[in-house]
């Protein structure tokens, strides 16, 4: 039996959207795109379709709208990339690199939803979060409400993989043993910029390019435990929920970030998260 080919899935914002009811911020569709090569004029031009994730009204797409209707080609251009999924549950996987990782239990961390922002969006950093790492990292988009999976069944939940940066304040990890404020401040989960379905997930390289440098990368068969073992792990003990989002661990080199940076995360099979780094808008900046 042959593998399907990759698809790429995105959630997207129509560009120059309409004003009407003052919430054109809120207006999401999902659009697919099935050319190999990325870059190429059909790697551009993207189908409208159908939510990926029917059971979750998170993910519901926008009414239909002029020239948004399901099948219609959109240009790359008529729209911005959103996180690709609004995802219920966030998780991490702590200390998951080599056999380190492997000779420990399999442990997850939560990251906030509200943590989750798309490609392109700022990573805000507040006055006093001290010193702060990104983290590229292979990340699962599960498809289907999901517990008790084996290792035979674990793959049927997943509709494809993603970029997530695991963004960490390692100051406050070390102050905080449940790590949350390290790993769920706002802004602190870039993901996207798509889903990409039928991919082999057992050897990607995975890098950091910081401020244009590439970072020495690694690859996802560096992790210690491996992507059907931590949905097995995960629904064990909980449902998992269309459009959460499972990052995997990050096996490579990271590089400290602060305002004024770029940080882009790459995966191989899937491309390049970018997002620039800034000082919280929330705190009043000296003049």
């Not at 911005?80 to 961390?109: I, Y």
Request: aromatic share 6%; charged share 20%.
């Amino acid at each position: 039996m042959t593998s399907p080919l990759p698809r790429r899935i995105a959630r997207v914002r129509p560009a120059a959207a309409p004003s009407m009811a003052g919430q054109p911020q809120d207006e999401q569709f999902f659009v697919a795109n099935d050319a190999p090569d990325f870059e190429s004029d059909a790697g551009t031009r993207w189908t409208v379709i159908d939510s990926p994730f029917p059971a979750s009204r998170a993910n519901a797409g926008s009414p239909a709208r002029a020239g948004w209707e399901r099948g219609t080609v959109v240009s790359q251009t008529e729209f911005t990339f959103l996180a690709p999924s609004v995802p219920v549950n966030v998780f991490g996987m702590a200390h998951n690199t080599g056999q380190p990782g492997r000779d420990l239990p399999p442990q997850a961390f939560h990251k906030a939803a509200s943590s989750v922002i798309g490609p392109g969006e700022a990573i805000q950093l507040s006055s006093t979060v001290g010193y702060v790492d990104p983290e590229a990292e292979l990340t699962v988009v599960v498809g289907r409400p999901a517990r008790g999976l084996t290792l035979e069944t674990a793959r049927s939940a997943i509709l494809g993989y993603t970029i997530g940066n695991d963004v960490s304040a390692r100051d406050l990890q070390k102050s905080d043993e449940l790590w949350i404020s390290a790993k769920s401040q706002d802004t602190f989960t870039p993901v996207g910029p798509w889903i990409v379905t039928g991919l082999d997930d057992s050897d990607l390289e995975i890098g950091i390019v910081h401020n244009g440098s590439a970072l020495k990368a690694a690859s996802s068969a560096d992790l210690g435990w491996k992507v059907d073992e931590i949905m097995v792990y995960l629904t064990s003990f909980m449902t998992l929920q269309p459009g959460d989002l499972v990052l995997t661990g990050f096996p490579a080199e990271c590089a400290r970030i602060q305002p004024g940076d770029t940080v882009a995360c790459r995966v191989e099979g899937i491309g390049e998260l970018r997002n620039p780094v800034t000082h919280a808008a929330w705190e009043v900046q000296p003049s």
